[in-house]
């Protein structure tokens, strides 16, 4: 089974001069499922791992470079993540390779994409535009004060008696990659409906993953079983967006099962 560390996060490694899917380093979503009390077979989530790609390149049939960018959508459902360094390196492999059409680079990304996740992956053309969430609260303009920066501690969490229905955002999320240290921003949109949630234990709770090293899918299964082992949201929504490195950013997204209608809106935040 790969691991984290069999990858080549980390490692100095060559330009790939030449289309290679092998490039593509799967890690299997179950172990830290069971880290986190779940059972791959029975998750408490359905969801997806958008992905954008800002550097996609290749050659058409003339030899002529074209350029232009994609959204990459993974299952939740899919029994591997994919590491996003070697996503990198297999979409820079396509930059000398000829296609006769945009659409064709697409179906190729797709096909290659989905052997390595093990579920079928969708791939298209552009990218979403970008925007705000005008029903949300955010969390960050809270006075409060805040020591705690790792690990991630649920017991910050708590809810009260009234049922509500809101939506939270927060623009300080921080973790860190588990191979290479080095750190992940993002944005968190939560969306639930269930016992209003105290707003300063949950921003402090989200600063607790600034010491945290997990991959950004991870994190965001995480923060979902921890509000919902805490907090008993009859619905609950959560989704990260996270800024772009070489050349890609990842917005994981869970929900509880036959909630999908209120998926946040497929938007780019302004620092993607």
């Avoid at 791959?40 to 050659?59: I, K, T």
């Avoid at 965001?220 to 907090?231: H, P, Q, T």
Wanted: glycine fraction near 8%.
């Amino acid at each position: 089974m790969n691991t984290p560390q069999d990858s080549l996060l980390g490692r100095t490694v060559a330009y790939p001069a030449h289309y290679d899917p092998d490039l593509l380093f799967a890690i299997a979503r179950a172990g830290a499922r069971a880290e986190l009390g779940l059972d791959s077979a029975a998750l408490p989530f359905v969801g997806h791992d958008r992905w954008h790609a800002y550097e996609l390149g290749w050659l058409d049939l003339r030899g002529k470079p074209q350029v232009a960018t994609a959204t990459l959508t993974v299952p939740q459902d899919s029994p591997n993540l994919i590491e996003s360094k070697s996503l990198k390196l297999y979409l820079n492999s396509l930059n000398a390779t000829g296609f006769a059409s945009a659409e064709a680079v697409c179906a190729q990304i797709a096909q290659d994409l989905s052997a390595r996740a093990g579920a079928p992956v969708t791939v298209a053309p552009g990218l979403p535009g970008f925007g705000h969430h005008a029903d949300a609260l955010l969390l960050d303009t809270l006075e409060l004060d805040i020591d705690d920066y790792g690990p991630p501690n649920p017991g910050h969490l708590a809810a009260g008696s009234h049922v509500v229905s809101e939506t939270l955002v927060s623009h300080l999320l921080k973790s860190n990659c588990p191979v290479t240290g080095q750190p992940d921003w993002g944005s968190v949109v939560l969306r639930y409906e269930g016992p209003k949630i105290d707003h300063e234990g949950l921003l402090r709770y989200l600063v607790s993953f600034r010491e945290h090293a997990g991959f950004h899918e991870q994190c965001v299964e995480r923060i979902f079983v921890d509000l919902s082992a805490r907090c008993a949201p009859i619905r609950l929504s959560v989704e990260a967006r996270y800024t772009r490195r070489g050349g890609l950013d990842i917005n994981p997204w869970r929900v509880t099962p036959g909630w999908e209608d209120h998926a946040p809106a497929p938007l780019r935040e302004l620092r993607q």
